[in-house]
Each structure stands twice: as structure tokens, then as C-alpha cells.
């Protein structure tokens, strides 16, 4: 049985009279870039992030690129975040000439380790980027605490995010003083192309976000100060309006999947469940964990963007998956540190071995709302199938502490 790493036309098709509609109304009001659309959605995306500020933007990546843009961040300055996440999260923080200064992550969640960041705070630290990668939230507590006693804004990249909450049910995207969101297709809620958010509950900076978005222009053709052409397309929106209503049991549904990934994993026998972060006898694969940041809280709500397995065969493993048409990707296989772009850091490759053992073992799989039980059956028996076979192997992953090989 054929299943895609993502089918979005299974989306599409659910939602066709419905998307159909709004593509139409945009195209017969010609109104094309910002308007009443993108209006309308940052008000339904503010109610539902709970946040006093949503402006729709062209990417996940331009919010970001504006957040610190924002902020006047730039040469001289330095932004920590973290080493294993999507390029825009560092390659922003370069655009503007600042350094990004890398740390590693923890072993569940994948998330800035609040450890670490501590010590990577300098004078020159002028902004933190926590990632609340996959659809799990950063530590949220202690980030904005060590951030708050140094008086460092956090900007709190949501971009796989958009939906997951922290402690008491709040909303990421409102609890530093930016946040960014991505509408890329392949996200929980995506658009026909690409498109973003940025959110914050600071009148001064919203208005100064805005004017940013417009080439820094207020009014018509005067500049006080230099931005960009962030502006959101109105046909994005549309989709976004006739998609958000949607968007909680997409996340239920994604939520269902991973619980029956788990317990299948589980029953077979070749894994314990979440919480490991060695491969073991009992351990072929690690699973992810939905973690609880606060001892009071169980309010963690963990949207899987992606469901993320770790193997230590994970390459010959993604090609035995894609021989039977299983869908799997890589997120993500080389951390900043080991980037080329990244070279005059001069990142010490043994400060992150968390990071390089994910990128080592990672490896999503299916996970989308539309998936049936039947199709969740066959990745599964996969994966059990090669990995009982693999046992005896040798891991391909390095010699590290973090993934318990020793070869």
C-alpha cells in the first residue's frame, strides 16, 4: 500500500466548493495584495491566538526577517537560537548583519535547551529565537525567565506551530514579544502558496510592523524608515479564512494518528513509548514525547506538524520506505553548526552532540489528518518489519553519548 509523506489535494478536495468560492471572490474583486481579506484574517488569526496584534505577511521567513528588522537588530548584535531547525530561523539573523550565536537542544523535544542558553547570553545578545519545532512547544517558562532577567526580547518562532499552546492553554506566537508564523502549504494550516504572520501584543511595535511590511511607507510614499515588500497576497488569505474553521480538528486528528503510531510501536515491541533518548533492545526506535513543561500543567498541546521517529539505521531505513512508497523525509540532516554558510562561526562541532545525533537518526513520517487507519498500519509494520532485521547492524549515527552507540 502506496502513503504519502503528504497528499494535500485529499484537503483541497474535502474543501473544494468552499476554497473554489473564495479563489473566485478575490478574483472578481481584484483587489490583490493586502484588502479586506487579509483584513478579515488577521482579526479571525488574532481571536484565535489571542493576541492583540496579527499582520499577514509573505512568508514565515519575511516574519521573521521583520521581527528583527523590528527590533533594529543588526551588525555588531548578536540572536541565539538554535542549531537544529529550518535554515530561515539563523539565516534570518545573518541578513541583517547580526551573528547568531547557536546552542544545542534537549533530547525530547528537540527544543533550545534553557541550560545552554544561559550561558550563550553576552552583551551584545540582543535577541532570543526559541523554535517550537515540529508542533511541540519550547520551554517556554524558563526561556522567557532567563530572557526577562536580562532584559532580551524573545521572538518565538511558531512558524510549525500555529495552534500549539503552553502552560494554561496560552497560544505560542503570544508569549515573547514577537511571533512568527509560516503558511507554507505543508503546514497544519497552509495556503496555495507561501505566506505569513507575525503576531504581537505591543501597540508601538505592531504599528511599526505594519509600516515595515510597506516598504516602512506612512503615509503613501513617505518613508521615515526602510523596509521590505512583506505584504500578503488577498488569495492567500482567502484560503487561510476558508481553512482556519477547520483547523482544531485537523490538530485532533494529527494527535489521533500519533496516538495509534504509538501504540502500535509499542505493542510490537519495538519501542516503550516516549520519554527514551537511548536505542536500546527494548528501544529499535525512539518516539516522540509530547512534553509537559510545568509540574502543575498538563495543558502541553502538542499539534504534530511532524511525527518524528528516531533510528540509528535511519538511512537505509527512509530507503527501504521508499522501495514500498512510504513516504519519509529528513527534518533536518545538517544543524546550522555544520553548515558552509555558517563556517565563520567557527562553531566547535562537540558543543551540540544532541543535534548531531538528530541529525543522524530523524526521520518523519506520515502523519497528515486525511491518513486511514489501514495506511498508519502499513508504515508501521514497515518500519517493524526492517528494524527487527536491522537489530544486529552497526548504527550509522556517530559515537555519541546522546544515542548510546558504540561502534
Request: aromatic content about 8%; proline content about 5%; hydrophobic content about 45%.
Amino acid at each position: 500500500m502506496a502513503v504519502p509523506l503528504l497528499d494535500l489535494r485529499l484537503q483541497y478536495h474535502a474543501l473544494k466548493d468552499e476554497l473554489d468560492a473564495a479563489l473566485i471572490r478575490v478574483a472578481e474583486s481584484q483587489v490583490c495584495i493586502l484588502g479586506p481579506e487579509v483584513s478579515a484574517l488577521e482579526k479571525e488569526l488574532a481571536a484565535y491566538l489571542g493576541v492583540r496584534h496579527a499582520i499577514g505577511v509573505s512568508s514565515g521567513t519575511d516574519a521573521l526577517l521583520m521581527a528583527l528588522m523590528a527590533l533594529d537588530i543588526g551588525p555588531g548584535d548578536e540572536v541565539i537560537v538554535p542549531t537544529f531547525s529550518f535554515f530561515a530561523t539563523a539565516g534570518c539573523v545573518s541578513r541583517t548583519g547580526a551573528t547568531p550565536v547557536l546552542v544545542d537542544v534537549d533530547h525530547t523535544a528537540y527544543n533550545m535547551d534553557p541550560a545552554l542558553l544561559e550561558r550563550a547570553i553576552t552583551p551584545r545578545t540582543k535577541a532570543i529565537i526559541p523554535v517550537h519545532l515540529f508542533g511541540q512547544a519550547a520551554p517556554m517558562d524558563q526561556i522567557l525567565t532567563i530572557a526577562d532577567a536580562h532584559g532580551i526580547p524573545v521572538i518565538e518562532d511558531a512558524a510549525q506551530a500555529i495552534g500549539t499552546t503552553w502552560r494554561d492553554g496560552r497560544p505560542v506566537g503570544g508569549l515573547g514579544r514577537i511571533g512568527c508564523f509560516s503558511f507554507y502549504p505543508t503546514k497544519n494550516l497552509g495556503a496555495f502558496g507561501d505566506a505569513g504572520l507575525i503576531t504581537t501584543n505591543d501597540d508601538e511595535l505592531a504599528v511599526r510592523l505594519i509600516q515595515l511590511r510597506n516598504h516602512g511607507m506612512e503615509p503613501k510614499y513617505y518613508h521615515a524608515f526602510i523596509g521590505g515588500n512583506f505584504r500578503l497576497d488577498a488569495l492567500q488569505a482567502a484560503v487561510l479564512r476558508v481553512k482556519l474553521p477547520y483547523l482544531d480538528q485537523w490538530h485532533a486528528a494529527r494527535q489521533h494518528n500519533a496516538g495509534l503510531y504509538e501504540r502500535l510501536f509499542v505493542e510490537a515491541g519495538v519501542s516503550t513509548g516516549p520519554g527514551r533518548t537511548t536505542f536500546s533492545a527494548d528501544d529499535l526506535i525512539l518516539l516522540p514525547e509530547a512534553v509537559n513543561h510545568t509540574a502543575s500543567s498538563g495543558s502541553n498541546h502538542h499539534i504534530f506538524n511532524q511525527y518524528t521517529i528516531r533510528s540509528a539505521h535511519r538511512n537505509a531505513l527512509r530507503a527501504h520506505l521508499a522501495d514500498r512508497g512510504i513516504g519519509a523525509e529528513i527534518y533536518y540532516p545538517v544543524p546550522f553548526h555544520r553548515q558552509a554558510c555558517f563556517a565563520d562561526l567557527q562553531a566547535r562541532d562537540t558543543d551540540f552532540p544532541v543535534a548531531n545525533c538528530l541529525a543522524d537518526t530523524v526521520l518523519s513520517i506520515p502523519i497528515f489528518p486525511e491518513l486511514s487507519e489501514a495506511q498508519i498500519r502499513e508504515v508501521v509494520e514497515t518500519i517493524v518489519d526492517f528494524e527487527r532485521n536491522h537489530a544486529a547492524e552497526p548504527a550509522e549515527c556517530a559515537d555519541c553519548k546522546e544515542c548510546g552507540t558504540t561502534h
